[in-house]
Each structure stands twice: as C-alpha cells, then as structure tokens.
C-alpha cells in the first residue's frame, strides 16, 4: 500500500536524523583501506564511500553471521533461506546478488556455477577487517564487480589479539567456541585461528513453501573453521607470505516432508605472496594461489558441485609525480566439477590492468583500465575515473564513473536439470553496465557525514524466462536494469554515545517493465548506538526495510512486506581479562521475510564469554 510505503521512509528517515548528533565511525577517517584502490591509501582519499568493519565492531555487535553484520554496518540489503547456514546473499546498490565481488585475504572466493559466494559460511570469529566498497569496481578486479566489491581479512599475527578465547551458547540451541595464538616473533608474524559453531536451527520452510518441499522439522547447522597466516621478513624491503583459510558447514533444509536434506560445503582458500620493495619509488607483490567451494547434497535430490579457482597475480605500484600508477597481470582459472554434465567445464581469464592515483593539494583522483581476456567470451575492456575537491577542510565533494561486466555462470550456460524444469542457454552473452556518481563528504571534529548519488544501467540483465503451460526455464539476455538512489550516512561521537547510522533510497527497477528488480526494496537502512558506562557498555540497533517483491512482476502474492527490528546489546568487563557479551535479536518477536515462503528468526539471546590476556 502507497501509505504503508512512506510511513516506513519516514520511520527509517526520522531514525537517521535522530541518530545523526551520536554517531561514531567504526574506524577513523584516517584509517587505511586496499580495496577501493588496489593500493593502500587512506579512507579521507577515496573516491567511493568504502565502509570499514573491524573485529571489534563485530565482537561489540554480537552477531554470529556476516550477512547481519554486512546489514547492520555495511549498508547492503540481505536475503536468506531460514536461519543458520541457509543460503545467503548480499544486494549492493539495488544489483543482483551476483554482481558483488567477494575477496578473502585478495583471493576470489565463491562458485562458478551459482556465480555467488556462500556468505553462510564465512564465519566471523575468522575476520579481522571488512571493506566494502560499492560501485562499479571491473576496471580494478575483472566479472562480477557491477554492484560492488567486498574483501575480508582473515586475523593476523600483526594485528589481531595476542591470544584469545571466545564460547557462546544461544538460543535454538546454538553454541560456538573460537580461539586463536597471534605472535610476532622476530621479523615473523603468525596466526592459527580456530572455531566451531552449531545450532540446533528452526523449522526453515513455511507450510506455504511450494511443490510439497516443506518438512515440520528443524534445519540445524554446524561449522568448523581454521584460518592461519605467517608473513617473514626477509629484511625491511621485501617479505614472504602464507595465507589460508578453511570453512567446513553442514546444512541441514527441506525439500520434501519424508527426507532428511543436508548440503555439506566446503570453502577454502590458500595464497603465498613475496612483497618487495624493488626501489625507493616500486614496489612489486606477487601471489599465487587457489580458492574451492564444494558442495554435496544427500536427500531427496542428491548432487555435487564444485569449483575450483587458481589466480596468480603480479601487481607494481610506482610512485610517480603527486601519486600512484599501478600496473600489472592476473590469471584465473575456473574449473567446475559435478554429477550432471556440463558441455564445458573450464575456462581462462587473462587480464591487464594499469591505473594512477593521486593526492595534490585540494584534489584527490583516481583513473583506471583493464581488459580480461576470457576464453568462452572473448575480451573485454573496462574503466573507471573518480575526481574529488576538497572546497574547505571539513567538506569534499566527488564525482565518479565507471563500466563493469558479469560472465554467464556455468548453470546458465550448461546445466542439465534431470527433472527437465530448466534448460541452459549456451549462448548467453555477459551481463554489462554503466554507472556514474557524485557524492560529498562533510567531517567536523568526530562527527562525519557522507551523500553519494548513484545511477546504474545494465544492458544484457539475465533473466529466468518460464513458459507458463510447461513451466520450463531458461535464461535469456532479455532485460535491461536502470538503478539509482542516494546513499546517506552519519558518524560521529558525542557524550559518550557512539553509533553507527545509514540510509539507502533507491529505485532498482527492470528498464522495461518498470517493476522493482525481485527482492530489492525502494529504501533500507539501520542505525546503531552504544554508550560505555564504566564497566558495562550497552548497545542498540534498528534495521529496517521497505517492502520487497519475490518475483519480477511484482506479483502482490509474492510480496514481502517492509519491517523494522529492534536489536540490543550489553556487555560487562569481569576482568582485564575476562569480558561477558550478550545479544538480544529481534526484541519485539517481529515476523518478517527475507525471502518468501522461509522462515526468519524469532526473538532470541545469544550469550559469550571471552578470554584475552593482556
């Protein structure tokens, strides 16, 4: 309903602005970040609004997936299948799931026949730092990067606590326990890091849930985790590196009321790097490794899927003039196994990529090229240029625009359904887009408010097409996207209340029917505060969501209605050791969708205990 509608825009609008006076940033407006550049530079540099969450914000949180982390202080739309360990996915400025790049520890990391990364198992004791940087990013890391690109640093023996040790038990019988020993020895830094997590689960399926699939049963989860790092000094110029990281979950959902289904996944990845500092103005960074994602169902449809992804990198960074020129190559391989047949199952990815960077007085740019030779697709050339003027100290302003692509995944392309529902389209061409921005950031003292306008149109949009007397899909090139909005957000501090708040108003709309692209909403956003009072530190969150469809036709059957949660936090200081965490989720019992006919978690407690010796 239209009113339903703008009294949720302003129920969201009036939070921002009420918050607006007590915000804090997670991280200083000085704080360093790689991703939006390919460089290290500082966050007052960027030319696109990165977000920056660290692993304290993330303990403060008390949040136990990334996905509500990425909602709550991300500034990204969300959707999942049921609770723990269903799959879960990220929309970054109203695109597809699949236009969102994701990086662990500088490897890509995720499946080429789903074309998305498992979120649900990515776990959060193993993150250190996550940027997020929306935008247009192909020109910097190739397919996938229309909406936006985000990295995760797993712990390193550099930053992350000494030793630490963290158990929690919740409700719907959840539990987790994680530790890990970070040293520096010498010109050596180490990190181990481990974790578990289980949860007994809730029913993940409404008895509304189509073709017979819902099972009155609940869908558990468990997942182990190691990540481990060890970076050495050769001497002050030139470093070597090993990196990876493991994540093993099982899934257990519905797909019919007599089965017992359970998909078992596997995401790794692992990377040795050299670092070295050739001359006082070039620094060189080479790595190489590989990144998998296996997933094995048993049940009532049993199947396997599995990619496979080596990457090499060779990266220069050279100091020239007022800035940075960066120029370099990448390699990527993806090779896909499984039990159907697939017509082709590799492909290669060689590309070239240069750009500059640069600070000078009041002006702050950023230009960059590549071009990916693909094997199925051929090549393609991609851009960016941003420029921003600082008019005085406190405020700068910026403007920016880039082109990007998204291959076909191997499903769209070859996948045989044994049911014969869905048929490949092998001729499928790369999803295109084009997008442009203007933006301003205001800072005074600790508090920092930040505007960006975005537009973005993508030609070639992939869509299923389904024929309604046989109710067979395929995918076909058939629609085009046009999506702009205005992202706001405020940070700042102010007697003692930190906080955290943001606004998204978009319209992410099919060009050619005009109808909301599925599971987008017109406006989202959250805010966060949290107050320390000598030993005790307590905490809020709203996030909220207009309304949503889950369908492209804005069927009013498949609609999902907006929604608004209410989150709390505490936690209390036993020791200089010992500290107690807890979370209370969904307050007020609200029921909601993030995708229809899947059940979302009711009000629930989730309580740790952590030990960090000093």
Request: charged fraction near 20%; aromatic fraction near 10%.
């Amino acid at each position: 309903m239209p009113g339903e509608e703008t009294l949720k825009r302003s129920i969201i609008a009036a939070l921002i602005v009420a918050a607006a006076p007590f915000a804090l940033a997670q991280s200083p407006e000085n704080a360093v970040v790689v991703t939006a550049a390919r460089l290290p530079q500082a966050r007052s540099e960027t030319l696109q609004p990165v977000k920056i969450i660290t692993a304290e914000d993330i303990a403060q949180s008390g949040q136990q997936t990334v996905v509500e982390i990425l909602q709550t202080l991300g500034g990204v739309e969300i959707a999942s299948n049921g609770g723990f360990g269903q799959p879960s996915s990220v929309f970054m400025r109203g695109a597809n799931s699949g236009h969102t790049l994701v990086l662990v520890d500088g490897m890509r990391i995720g499946s080429a026949t789903l074309g998305t990364t498992a979120f649900e198992n990515i776990p959060l004791s193993q993150i250190e730092r996550i940027e997020v940087v929306p935008g247009e990013l192909s020109s910097l890391y190739g397919s996938d990067a229309i909406g936006g690109v985000i990295q995760i640093f797993t712990k390193s023996g550099k930053y992350a606590p000494a030793t630490s040790v963290t158990a929690g038990v919740g409700t719907y019988g959840s539990g987790s326990v994680s530790g890990g020993v970070n040293r520096t020895v010498g010109n050596t830094d180490f990190s181990l890091n481990l974790g578990y997590l289980e949860s007994k689960g809730f029913d993940a399926t409404k008895p509304s849930a189509p073709f017979g699939q819902h099972n009155p049963d609940r869908d558990g989860y468990r997942n182990t985790n190691v990540s481990g790092k060890i970076v050495h000094r050769l001497d002050t110029r030139n470093e070597l590196g090993l990196t990876v990281f493991q994540s093993d979950g099982r899934t257990h959902f519905d797909s019919g009321p007599t089965t017992d289904d359970l998909n078992h996944q596997t995401l790794s990845a692992f990377s040795l790097h050299s670092s070295n500092q050739i001359t006082d103005s070039w620094q060189s960074l080479v790595r190489a490794g590989e990144s998998r994602d296996k997933s094995t169902t048993t049940g009532a449809f049993p199947s396997f899927f599995g990619t496979r992804q080596p990457q090499f990198t060779w990266q220069n960074n050279i100091k020239l003039g007022p800035g940075t020129a960066i120029a370099g190559a990448e390699y990527l391989a993806q090779h896909v196994t499984s039990d159907s047949a697939f017509a082709q199952n590799h492909r290669t990815i060689r590309s070239a990529f240069a750009g500059y960077v640069g600070t000078h007085e009041k002006h702050d740019w950023q230009a960059n090229i590549r071009r990916d030779d693909n094997s199925q697709f051929g090549s393609h050339a991609t851009g960016l240029l941003g420029y921003a003027y600082r008019l005085t100290s406190e405020l700068r302003v910026r403007l920016g625009g880039g082109s990007a692509f998204k291959a076909p995944t191997f499903n769209d392309l070859y996948a045989v359904d044994p049911t014969f529902f869905f048929i490949p389209n092998p001729d499928l061409r790369p999803e295109r887009s084009r997008s442009k921005e203007a933006g301003l950031n205001y800072q005074a003292g600790t508090n920092r408010f930040s505007a960006t306008y975005f537009e973005n149109r993508i030609t070639d949009l992939v869509v299923l097409v389904t024929d309604p007397v046989m109710f067979v899909s395929t995918p076909r090139n058939l629609n085009r996207a046009r999506i702009k909005g205005t992202e706001l957000g405020y940070q700042g501090f102010f007697a003692g209340l930190q906080a955290n708040a943001q606004l998204t108003l978009q319209d992410p709309v099919d060009e050619e029917t005009g109808k909301l692209l599925p599971r987008r909403a017109r406006e989202y956003g959250s805010v966060a505060a949290g107050k320390a009072a000598g030993r005790w530190r307590f905490g809020g969150e709203v996030t909220a969501s207009g309304a949503r469809f889950d369908s492209a036709d804005e069927d009013p059957a498949k609609k999902m209605h907006g929604y608004a949660l209410v989150n709390l936090t505490a936690s209390y200081t036993l020791s200089q050791e010992w500290l107690l965490r807890a979370r209370w989720n969904n307050v007020f019992n609200r029921e909601y969708e993030l995708a229809q006919n899947f059940n979302t978690p009711g009000s629930n407690v989730f309580v740790a205990l952590q030990y960090q010796p000093r």
